[in-house]
């Protein structure tokens, strides 16, 4: 089992990006998807976690301005980022955990790869 990301890229401050996240071996309804982002030099964060009891924000610094939002069919999570600053510069990676969501990244176990995304001012 395993997670995929994609979706990332450079863009203008300003700007929009949406992140995807495919499960592959399994569907995600029955876990937590947490996007975690990591700048260089700084520790993984949580960002925004959806479970089956809904999303939860772990960054104060992305509120209203980044959603997340699932499509069952397509077994997709999405991390929609809008307003984009340069201090959102990162390597996003989503993560899953059974049933619930965890600010702690030391509690999911299974990861993506991570898509960077740099935001220019």
């Known amino acids: 089992v395993q997670l995929v990301e994609s979706g990332g890229g450079a863009v203008q401050a300003g700007g929009s990006l949406r992140l995807s996240c495919a499960p592959s071996?399994?569907?995600?309804?029955?876990?937590?998807i947490n996007w975690f982002r990591q700048a260089p030099g700084k520790e993984r964060e949580g960002v925004l976690c959806?479970?089956?009891?809904?999303?939860?924000y772990y960054a104060d610094s992305v509120k209203g301005r980044f959603t997340i939002s699932s499509d069952n069919a397509k077994n997709m999570v999405y991390l929609q980022m809008n307003s984009l600053k340069p201090e959102d510069t990162a390597v996003y990676y989503c993560?899953?955990?059974?049933?619930?969501?965890?600010?702690?990244?030391?509690?999911?176990?299974?990861w993506g790869q991570g898509t960077q995304v740099t935001v220019s001012s």
């Open positions: 959806i479970s089956r009891y809904g999303s939860t």
């Open positions: 993560a899953a955990i059974l049933h619930r969501c965890s600010r702690s990244a030391n509690e999911y176990y299974i």
């Open positions: 071996g399994f569907t995600f309804d029955a876990y937590g």
